[in-house]
């Protein structure tokens, strides 16, 4: 029976061994974007390696997820380790030999697909863990759950998904997890780098949908219609205000980003309709539904002032996420020595919203960040995640497994 230092230093070394493997799963699912809910070459993938382990695999959960037991050889507790699998709807311009070329429909539209967020990497990286853990699963105290979860980035219009459906659909159910943890790569942090948090670490987003309707009519003769473009675009300002002018910004953080502007199809027609859509990123509640009351009452008055009729709506869509004070310092240790104890530092609060905050509404949570930049490249400059141009260094990987397969280890010896 090893002891729990030779256990993780063991895995450690399965790990090291198998890097260039890691890498290769990162490259093909990098290459074969798929967005959320169409996760299905991955997630085949994924469920004939934990298959290959020997793992109890259940398939199509929450339509592409893969969830897998690793049973060890000794009684513990059950931690569950999540990845998320979807890509984004982005046409990626980093030239490398493995970049996406794919293309699909999202919405109605043409896109390209990118692996824009790193869930690429934490798919390899999980399936990576697995394996390594399978290994030595003898000597692991407890059981481990394996969640790849698909569409964390949202779905497609009229469609369920992602993390609350697989929760509804059982995931933490037989045997329930003690503790679910996760991680993400994060651009621009140096890619030697893990950050922790305690409390609440990512904020809670909000979709917001805009429609306007004016009155169509000849782009030579504005007066004979109602124009929903000059509207659209008061409306876009107007939204800017809320934030930077009607709220306490020392209170806590928010965000309003006008992320969709659509309307018009010919330069001398001014058109009926022009569609906005946006996100809303806070942290405090009370803050949320202020700040959805502002901007219904925003968009529809200026609306009203040119005539034009405003839809408003305002989606809740994930709530805050929070990594567990108490399980994150109980994890500290183990990321300190998988990242060296110099490379290990508090975060600072993430707009980024993830519906792993889902998991934490049932179970106690901890997340954290491992970074994904080169780290000889100036912060400044980096391309954050969601950018066409965002680009992973693929030493995060081998991070990443190692300090998740360390605080995984720990926290099933009961640190
Ligand atoms: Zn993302
Ligand atoms: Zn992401």
Redesign the pocket.
Known sequence: MKTPSELLSSVHRHLAANEPRLIGWRRDFHQHPELGNRETRTSGIVADHLDRLGLKVTTGVAHTGVVALLQGGRDGRVVGLRA?MDALPITEQIDVPFRSHARTTYNGETVGVMHA???DGHTAILMAVAEALAQHRNDLPGTVKFIFQPA??GVPDGEDGGAAMMIREGVLDGPKPDIVMGL?LVSPVPSNQILFFKGPMLASSDVVSISLKGRQTHGARPWAGIDPIVSAAQIVLGLQTIVSRQVDVARQPSVLSVTILKGGIRHNIIPETVELGGTLRTFDESMRQDIHARIKRTAELIAASSGVQADVTVKTQYPVTFSNAELTERILPALQRAAGPENVRLGTKLM?A?DFAFFGHHLPTTYFVVGCAPPDQDPAVGEP?HSPRFFVDERCLLLGARALSAAALDLLHGA
């Open positions: 998320d967020c790193g869930h964390e980035e993400h980024a993830d995640n």
